[in-house]
């Protein structure tokens, strides 16, 4: 068993080398930060495989500071997973982005002890966890108690992979992510075998941590639960590594090119790249959410209304809303937003109820928060200034 194990080990690590490298250095990625996650999971998996390795072979006694310099990178795996899913799937950056990292974070701060003593001390330790492997669970130079590590890993990646398969379920069922096509669903089969893979890992790791926790003496039935997660590790990253090895776009950044035509005449023909959810009749949809909003419920009227409380408000992701204003309205936000102030004033002239405010008044009632603002957002839409307009409009 030793000896399968180092070499699916062995053969994990080299064949994940050249998919890190690349995930870290590739030029050019509209999204380096997803890129980047997805190479911190491939690198803290294979430092958790890199572990089993090294004490399988002894190698452990000639470097036994990796022994704990390696916890780390095991709270690193589900998260970056996870934050790596959602970034590829999701318009926005998903909230409390590096909250994800925090255990991984406190995980560090319990190594210090470990790299304070002195080297012949790490080497007595690490032996004597050789001769007996229960001496793992002793709580020796951390500042936390070994047993919270135990429950800690499972339950976080448990926690994880639940949240990610709500996730998936929810892409399934949203007619936007177009999963009916083959080149979405190629995207969606990505993130099913990443969470497959991840569930065979903790999996077996849960299954580890219930034996030891039962106390059951029988030294076979322990050696093979804790052979279990390496050997579920090892294959699933083996198989993880192999699917990008098939799929090298994955190494190259996720930004496929799309050309879509509209559905009507209130969606123009396009070919630039846009992020891969938002096809034609899923823009027209957030385009007349906008609309409503803005036409019926007159929300320009808000004073110092923003890109993102707007986009927020009618649920658009900013992505689209940022692709409908350069490529349906051809405006900034801004002269968006003034263009409806306008007409909604211009509207107001028409009606004898206006007469009872000032040009200002009714600019403020618009929303305009200056008055410099409204005279040249109203000279820019209609070709001259509010006081000639009202002139010729009192002349008619």
Known sequence: MDSSLTILIFLGLIFSLPIILRLFFCKGPENRMANVLLALAFLSIGAYALNHFLFITHIILDIPIYYRIAKPFYYLIPPCIYLYILLISSADKPRFFWWHFLPAALMVLDTIPWIIIGSKARYEIVNSILKDPALVFETIHNIFPVWIHSVIRPVQGIIYICYLVIHLQKMKDDEKYQLDTARYKSYYQWALVLVFSESAMY??????????????????????????????????????????????????????????????????????????????????????????????????????????????????????????????YSKHFNNYINDYRICYIVERLYSPEWKELTLEGLAHEAGFSSRTTFFIAFKKKMGVSPTSYLKKLNKQ
């Open 203 to 328: 999996f077996s790791l849960t299954c580890h941590t219930i034996i030891n926790f039962m106390n059951i003496n029988n030294a076979g039935l322990f050696t093979l639960t804790g052979y279990l997660p390496a050997m579920s590790m090892c294959v699933s990253f083996i198989f993880l590594c192999s699917y990008v090895y098939t799929h090298p776009s994955l190494t190259c950044g996720y930004t496929p090119q799309i050309k879509e035509t509209a559905v009507d005449d209130l969606l123009i023909s396009y070919s630039k790249s846009v992020y891969p959810i938002f096809n034609a009749e899923t823009l027209l949809v957030y385009q007349r959410c906008l609309e409503i909003e803005l036409r019926d419920n007159y929300m320009f009227k808000q004073k110092g209304l923003t890109f993102q409380q707007l986009a927020k408000y009618c649920r658009v992701p900013k992505n689209a809303f940022s692709f409908l204003l350069a490529n349906v």
